[in-house]
């Protein structure tokens, strides 16, 4: 890691590109992972395992570097020399941009999104719900402010709803995946 990159607070700029052309910029510390670093805003990059193992956050390095916290297993040599990298165990190691989406994955692993409309489907209310469990599970209530929010609580409802179409999508994609 060049000591030139590594801005005033230790952190570099981590430019994440998205199919549509849009980006989001935000400053990654040297010592976390560029998945982490977005818990806390509201960047929503899809992920699964957290540890290298599952290909979820796949992402394509376009510019820059980065260095792993462990052995990116997910990945085959071919993938890490074509730049595709595993953003939950990628540190930046220089100022870097990264493509993220889909067709990332699509290019990396050509058979994970199959045409079949029933795999879709269950990839959308996959998403869907992970999407609506990280806002609802990042979210707490106060006895005093419960009163307030009584006409928002509807939103609330169907957490239990969203977390079984979650472990239900999860299933039937991973059997359709590896069956």
């Known amino acids: 890691m060049s000591d030139a990159d590594v801005d005033d607070d230790g952190q570099f700029t981590v430019e994440l590109v998205r199919e549509d052309g849009s980006s989001d910029v935000l400053e990654v510390a040297a010592d976390e992972t560029i998945l982490s670093a977005t818990d806390p805003t509201d960047i929503d990059l ?3 395992c957290r ?3 599952c290909v979820s956050c796949t992402g394509l390095l376009l510019e820059g570097e980065i260095e792993y916290t462990t052995d ?3 990945l085959n040599d071919a993938q890490r020399e074509d730049g595709f990298v595993l953003l939950c165990i990628s540190r930046p190691a220089s100022d870097c941009s990264v493509r993220v989406g889909k067709s ?3 290019a990396a692993f050509p058979n994970l999104w199959q045409t079949e409309t029933s795999v879709d489907s269950d990839l959308i209310e996959f998403e869907q719900a992970r999407k609506e469990l ?3 599970d990042g979210v707490t209530v106060s006895e005093d402010h419960l009163e307030d929010m009584r006409g ?3 939103y609330f409802d169907n957490l239990h709803e969203v977390r079984e179409a979650y ?3 999860l299933e ?5 995946r590896y069956h």
Do not use: C, D, N, S
């Open 152 to 154: 928002a609580m509807a």
């Open 46 to 48: 899809r992920y699964g």
């Open 72 to 74: 990116p297993a997910a």
């Open 104 to 106: 990332v994955l699509g």
């Open 51 to 53: 540890e290298g193992r």
């Open 134 to 136: 990280k806002a609802i």
């Open 172 to 176: 039937t994609t991973t059997e359709k």
């Open 167 to 169: 472990e239900r999508a």
